[in-house]
């Protein structure tokens, strides 16, 4: 059974600063990463993909990938309020990029 | 608009009752996708679609079925319904040209009495 693991949080960090969220997986051969976020009530909407090792920037987000580690993390800078949310890590299988395995989920809470 | 649609968005029934919901892409999108989530465990993959009449197991595929008819549609069908499938459902769709990010729908909330 493959595995992903996430700190099931909460965390809490103060508005403007950097949320880090961190996920570990199982299958060493998995290829694509991927960070969801969840509001309350609501279905997972894509912020970051990455496939390669090293770092991945877009706009407040940068995801950052270690195959060797089997580790995956997704930094928020300049955190808002409106940030406070579930975020899902999602892993696809080595041989199957159709199959998802998906962590519990961090809940992020960011306080004015 | 490009989106994922479910229906119903809730629906509470019986054991037993036979009970189907939908899931409609417009984005041409040839993989589709069902998942479960629970408290505590995350998005449990139910079924999923590579193409039109091809369909494979996910993680957690007993007490579902599913079929892929025509390219847009992805319904789920629980036979025989029991409380152990109370649950969120959320139908995901992706593309290769995507480089396989899924895109959820609404979510079902489906409560089995």
């Known amino acids: 059974q493959k595995e992903v693991e996430q700190n099931s949080g909460p965390l809490s960090v103060p508005e403007g600063a950097i949320a880090s969220l961190n996920c570990t997986y199982s299958?060493?051969?998995?290829?694509?990463f991927f960070w969801y976020r969840q509001y309350s009530g609501k279905s997972p909407e894509l912020i970051m993909s990455i496939y390669s090792n090293g770092d991945k920037e877009d706009g407040r987000f940068t995801a950052q990938l270690n195959k060797a580690s089997q580790y995956v993390s997704l930094l928020i800078r300049d955190s808002q309020p409106s940030d406070s949310a579930t975020y899902l890590c999602a892993v696809n299988e080595e041989d199957n990029f159709n199959k998802f395995y998906f962590g519990s989920g961090t809940k992020l809470n960011v306080k004015p | 608009e490009a989106q994922v649609t479910q229906n119903p968005r809730y629906l509470i029934t019986v054991t037993g009752k036979k009970l189907t919901v939908t899931c409609s892409q417009n984005?041409?999108?040839?993989?589709m996708s069902w998942y479960r989530q629970d408290p505590g465990l995350g998005l449990r993959q139910i079924y999923y679609s590579m193409n039109v009449e091809v369909t494979d197991k996910g993680d957690v595929p007993e007490g579902y079925k599913v079929s892929r008819k025509e390219k847009r549609n992805f319904p789920l069908i629980l036979e025989s319904p029991s409380p152990n499938q109370t649950s969120l459902y959320l139908c995901?769709?992706?593309?290769?040209?995507?480089?396989?990010?899924?895109?959820f729908g609404p979510g079902t909330r489906l409560t089995v009495t």
């Open positions: 995901a769709s992706s593309s290769w040209r995507v480089t396989y990010e899924q895109y």
């Open positions: 984005m041409n999108h040839e993989y």
């Open positions: 299958d060493r051969g998995s290829q694509s």
